[in-house]
Antibody
Framework: QLQLQESGPELVKPSETLSLTCTVS??????????WGWIRQPPGKGLEWIGS???????YYNPSLKSRVTISVDTSRTQFSLKLFSVTAADTAVYYC???????????WGKGTPVTVSS | EIVMTQSPATLSVSPGESATLSCRAS??????LAWYQQKPGQAPRLLIY???TRAIGIPARFSGSGSGTEFTLTISSLQSEDFAVYYC??????????FGGGTKVEIK
């Protein structure tokens, strides 16, 4: 059974870089069928897609965040990672990783990890 | 970017009654529309994809319909575990993948 687990610091200072990793277990991250994405949810608000990466390394970003985001994949470690640069308090959220295919829903989600941006 | 709009924001329903949730897309998403359920402190869970196909393990009281720009999630005979927030999401035209703002189904 495929499982995703987010990990990384829960507290980041303003203007610094938020770095998270999603570890995939119970399945292959190298499947040609799937993309691996990051989604966030500010406290009390809705879901926002940040971006996704294909196993080949191709990336797709939300235009609203594109200038500050890098997503990468490490197939040898069955992990993919998120870097969000120059964070502010507005980046405080629960960050989820999830799997989806090109024309498909997000069918497997991690449990989410809370990240607070504060000095 | 395709904007997804959900209504109502909050729906008050008595247990055993039915609930009808709406989702509208700013342009056609064909049938590439999913619904998710989210309970407090939990990750979203996939309920419906392809507008009307239930995900594995989802009870038959959840049904989806629509096409193009107008979509509906119906929950018949609401159970206590169904009170949650529901999101629609389009995956027809991306990036970006976009979600609706959510509908909270609360106990009346």
């Amino acid at each position: 059974q495929l499982q995703l687990q987010e990990s990384g610091p829960e507290l980041v200072k303003p203007s610094e870089t938020l770095s998270l990793t999603c570890t995939v277990s119970g399945g292959s991250i190298s499947s040609s069928s799937y993309y691996w994405g990051w989604i966030r949810q500010p406290p009390g608000k809705g879901l926002e897609w940040i971006g996704s990466v294909y196993y080949s390394g191709s990336t797709y970003y939300n235009p609203s965040l594109k200038s500050r985001v890098t997503i990468s994949v490490d197939t040898s470690r069955t992990q993919f990672s998120l870097k969000l640069f120059s964070v502010t308090a507005a980046d405080t959220a629960v960050y989820y990783c999830a799997r989806h295919d090109n024309y498909g829903p997000m069918d497997v989600w991690g449990k989410g990890t809370p990240v607070t941006v504060s000095s | 970017e395709i904007v997804m709009t959900q209504s109502p924001a909050t729906l008050s329903v008595s247990p055993g009654e039915s609930a009808t949730l709406s989702c509208r897309a700013s342009q056609s998403v064909s049938s590439n529309l999913a619904w998710y359920q989210q309970k407090p402190g939990q990750a979203p869970r996939l309920l419906i994809y392809g507008t009307s196909t239930r995900a594995i393990g989802i009870p038959a009281r959840f049904s989806g319909s629509g096409s193009g720009t107008e979509f509906t999630l119906t929950i018949s005979s609401l159970q206590s575990e169904d009170f949650a927030v529901y999101y629609c999401q389009q995956y027809n035209n991306w990036p970006p993948l976009t979600f609706g703002g959510g509908t909270k189904v609360e106990i009346k």
